[in-house]
Every structure is written in structure tokens, then in C-alpha cells.
């Protein structure tokens, strides 16, 4: 018997083996496979098709009883693979856990116990509302969906999550809930914990390789009814998944951009539909994608109008930095920081740039340290003396002059989280003031800083996106955001909706319990749209003219994208390269580009892309599919490598 086999790596499509036909070729088993010189661990995907290739080689062992892929996980493994233009073998590594095609080994039950983190549990349970139980209704009505949940910051969505996997663990079916951040992952757990009383199981990268094993099993085998995890949790092998739930649906954080460029959003809609489960996105800013699938009847829209009674959405103050001072904090936010402090309240300030300042600069030569793999500015830390490339992580000393001429008019500029911190301290030195971005959260320190604000032993808090997604803090009543114009002035057409999304979430943050928030909005440009839908908590209009702009422009949603990296040490290489694809993809669909990305070197490697835009997905994916897999198996000079991007979220 002829059988074809993927294997974890990047390899153009399936192999083919024979196989002892006196074995029945069950798709999903493991098997050990000859490769080259190597034996290799692979999984079966069913008998060949097609002519009898010459020099076959043998499957030399079936390492499992029984299949580790169940069928849905195989239907989401070639299709994912198709639609993404990703080889099959690096779609696969997905679907099973580390550690499964390192070795020949038995899988066992064996795993470290996961930390539920109790100290995010809620004191009491809330009852549901006449608005929230009318949304059950509704989707119990309609289901299986898809609906989106558009509610304002604070207003319930998690209380309805809850109560639909209540009614699905009932029933003994499998629920997921899938959220764009690890941080949120304790919190939720929690709850759901404390209003279920059964055990629930995590998946995020954070568990060790031994605790994603146990995860895997425990969903495979079904001894978990509720996982809570990040985008990867989407390829578990549920058998009876009836519920799945996307936290903050617009969340980029779902889209991977790098070798498999999945949207774990869209593959939550894909896998309900293929297995029947009821699909619910919710977010307080829906993405412009999602509420035109509600327009066009392809999605059911329902909203969440207010917070539960005896709270409200915060007041939020635009400041115009123009007329407020050179100072980091203005006075009315310094005001207020103070005036928090004195009633024993919390504040969080917010700025999505760590590190003390993002550049050093010389005021005699204009030298800006740069980063030699990613041709981008070093970014300065303070505590570590170092300046540091966030892209590639590459470091260097601080030198104590400018290493071109030599001059000691070379200072940091700008402002990261690192210098807020110390700015706070010397304003407020009695306030207990913690700072959480990539820097502090390492490891543990992730899950002590979350659990000292949620006991009230932080004051201020300082932080980047990470502080802004989905966390509750009744006693946090201040959010100041220090520069509001970051996500605004980028090259992306999404920069003014990921503005609006942004200040409003991190806005959110205030005034979830019964004490009132306020909320001030430090920028440049206080006329701008998105700022202002965010401070009158009214995004409509904003949304409206948004999608009209889109669609005069022929941007998502009235169109889809396609864009497509090459990248490689040698930039001669990669141009030349990409002007020979781009001839051929512009014979059957009109190209933007070639051009240098905007981020035109990273770790080393010079980076060029086209961009495709079209109306007939489907019918340009059929025509791509031939160019793109001819041109990466004949044509693609080694040296160089070729990213597909289907549905991209970001352009640098």
C-alpha cells in the first residue's frame, strides 16, 4: 500500500511511502520514515493517489495505537494549509505538542500541575442582567452562529461566556475560550472556576513542554471540559467541541506573522462551522472585518449598551500636548495622580514603548546608534546600561561618548516606560509604583505583578498593551496615557481604527467597580477622529466613516490582501528575486510593489514585499497557487525565503 506522510518541516507538500498493507493506514498515526540519511517521525495522513513514485522507500514503524490527530484536526491541518499557501509540515507542527516528533516515544500522562493563580478569583458571582440574559436567549435561538458580542468596556461579556459553557459542560461537551494575551489567561481562569466549580485547563506558551503535553491529552482524552488559552489552543484535539469563544476578537495578537501566518479568529470561525459548535467573538471595539460580516448577514450582531448598575464608563479628558508643557505627565494628569494617591485608589499609566527612551541621539553629528542586523534605532535602557535592539534583542554597551565624533552631547531622547517609572518615583515617593512590559514579565514576574495589583499593593502601575487588554481591577479608578499619536501616524491603513481600539481599551481599565474612572488622553493631535469617538464613548460615527473611507480605497473589508516577503542575507539577491515573482503573479492579478519593506533589514536578513488586493478571493487563490508553489520548488535561489501572508494585520 502507497501512503502519504507529512512531516514537521518545510517541505513542499506530502511524502510518499509504502506501507505493510497487513497494517491498517489509519489517518493521524505517527510513523518513523526514512528521510535522506535520517529516520524521521511523520503522521500518516491516508492512502496515496496518483502514479507510483520511483525509489519508494518504506515506513519503517508505527509508533502509536491509535491516531493522536483526530478527523477534524486533519480537515483543519489541509485546508489551513491550502488557504495559508503554508508547506503541510510546518501547518503540522501546530497540531501536536513539543516534543512529539523529537522522539520516538509513547505518549503518557505526565505533566508538572498548572498554576490556576486563586488570587484572580472575583469575590462574589454576579447575576445576569435583563440585557445580557436577552443575548443568551438569542443565541440559544439561533445557534450554531456565528453572532458577535459588541459590548463597552466592563458591561458583562464574560458573565454570558460563562454562563453558555455552564450549559455545554451540562450537556458534556467541550468548550474553548480563546483570548489574544497570556497575562489574561489567570484572570479568567479564575472565574470561570469560581462560577463553575470544575477544574480548567490552560494552553499558552508560557506551560513548559511537559504541561502542554498534559493540556493536549487531557483535551484529547476529555478529561477537561473548558480550555482557556492564545491563538495556539485553536488547533487542540477537542472530540466534542460545542462552544467556542473569542475574547477580544480585534486583537491583532491572534494573527501570527511569521512561517505560519494564521489568524486563530478566522480558524475559530472555520473549525465552528466545520464542527457545529456555536461561535461567539466578543470585544468592546469590534474589528471593521467583523462588523461588516454583521452588515452583509454573514454574522449575527449583538451589543451590550452599559456596565452592570451602580458603575459607569469613565470620563475621558483629552490634553492637548501643544498647550500642556514640555513635562513627560501634564499638570492636570500629575493633579490626578495625586488627588488618586490621597484616597487610596489606583492608577495606571499607559505608554506602548518600553525601555527608557527609544533612541540615543548626538546633538553635534546627528549619529543615531543603530541596530547592524535590523538597521533600526537601539532603544535605551537605563538599568541594564545597555541600548537595545527590540526587534532582534542584539545589545550593546551605553558609550560614554559619540562613538563618531567623539562629542559628549550624546543623550537618550524620547520616552519609554523605564523613565516613567523613574519620573513617578521622584514625584510620588512614597507611592508604590511597579512597571510591567516585556522587560519585568519574564518568567514569573508576569504573573506577581498582576497578582500585587489585583491585592491592592501596587499604587501605580506602569505598562505597555499588555495593561490595556482585558484586565479588572475594581480599585483602579485613573488611567493616564502618555502618548495617544504611537499607533497613529504609522504606514498601515488600519492605523486610525487601531488608534480608536487602543484608547478605548486601555481607557476601560478605569472605573470597573463601584468608584468612578477618569481617564486622560495626552496628545498632539486632539482633533483626531478616533480620539474623539474614544473620549464620547461613541464609535459609530467613527466606524461609519472609517469602512467609507476603506471602501473608496478598496481596503479590507472590501477587499482581501495578500502579501508576500522574501528575505535573505544578500538584498541583490532578494530584489532580483521578487521583480522575477512579481512578473509572474502580475500576469493574472494586478500587484502593488515590489518594493523594500518598511522595515527593510531584521536580524541580518533585507526584506522586500508585493501586496495583492482583490475582490475574487477565490478565484485568484486557485490562479496563485500554481505560481506560488512552481516558483518556491524551481525558482527560489537558496539563500532566500518566501513568506506568504494571507490576510496580513500589519505592513512593516
Known sequence: MLVDVALPYRLAGTLTYEFDSSTKAVPGLRVVVPLGNRKVIGCLLGEAKGPTPKGLRRIEKVLDETPLLTIHQLKLLTWASRYYFTPIGEVLRHLLPPGLFGKEKKVGRKGKPFQTHDEFEPAMSVDLNSEQKEI?????????????????????????????????????????????????????????????????????????????????????????????????AIFLPFVQLKLIVVDEEHDPSYKQEERFCYNARDLALWRGKEEGARILLGSATPSLESLHRTRIGKMTLLQLTSRPEGTTLPQVKLIDRRLSGNGILSNDLQAAIAENLRRGEQSLIFLNRRGFAPFFLCRSCGLIPRCQGCEISLAYHKKEGKLVCHYCDASEKVPASCPRCHSSAFSPKGVGTEKIEEELKEKYPKARIERLDRDTSAGEGLWKILSRMKKKEIDILVGTQTVGKGHDYPDLTLVGVVDADTAMNLPDFRAAERTFQLITQVSGRSGRGEKPGQVFVQTFFPDHPGLLAARDHDGKLFIDAELAVRQVAGYPPYCRLIRIVLSGQDEKKVASSIRMLSEKVSRVHRILGPAPCPLSKIRGKSRWHLLIKSQEFLKLHSRLQPILDGFSQNELPSGVRMLVNVDPVEMM
Open 136 to 232: 443568551i436567549r438569542r443565541i440559544r435561538d439561533q445557534s450554531p452562529g456565528p453572532f458577535l458580542l459588541q459590548g463597552v468596556t466592563g458591561s458583562g461579556k464574560t458573565e454570558i461566556y460563562i454562563d453558555l459553557a455552564r450549559e455545554e459542560v451540562e450537556k458534556g461537551n467541550q468548550v474553548l475560550i480563546l483570548v489574544p494575551e497570556i497575562s489574561l489567561t489567570p484572570q479568567l481562569i479564575g472565574r470561570f472556576q469560581k462560577a463553575l466549580g470544575i477544574s480548567i485547563t490552560p494552553y499558552h506558551s508560557r506551560l513548559t513542554p511537559a504541561q502542554r503535553l498534559a493540556s493536549w491529552l487531557t483535551v484529547r482524552e476529555k478529561r477537561g471540559s473548558i480550555v482557556v488559552g492564545t491563538r495556539s
